[in-house]
């Protein structure tokens, strides 16, 4: 059983209680790639540079490289994405109305 809502538009929309895919996944999606820039920019602070956390998970690792930051940020959109996906997907698969 799904109601009817009249969307502001005029045209009439089914709602099923699922999860919108495409506004999860940017939300997630800049989220993500948003904290990964920020944890990245520490390693530009006066005084954290010994603190940073990504140089403690990877220490071989340069983070002060544009190159690293902006495959870094890109790796987190991708991920937003993937959770998105795959958890949407399994909410509403799951909170399908049973008949």
């Given at each position: 059983m799904s109601a009817s809502l009249e969307h502001p538009s005029g045209v009439a929309?089914?709602?099923?209680g699922g999860v919108a895919i495409i506004p999860l996944g940017l939300t997630l999606s800049l989220f993500l790639s948003g904290?990964?820039?920020?944890c990245a920019l520490g390693g530009f602070l006066p005084g954290l540079e010994n603190l940073h956390f990504l140089s403690a998970l990877y220490p071989a690792l340069d983070w002060t490289s544009p190159a690293l930051i902006?495959?870094?940020a890109?790796?987190?959109f991708a991920c937003g994405w993937y959770v998105a996906l795959v958890?949407?997907?399994l909410y509403n698969a799951f909170a399908a109305p049973r008949t």
């Open positions: 929309r089914a709602t099923t904290n990964f820039l920020l902006i495959a870094g890109a790796w987190a958890c949407g997907w």
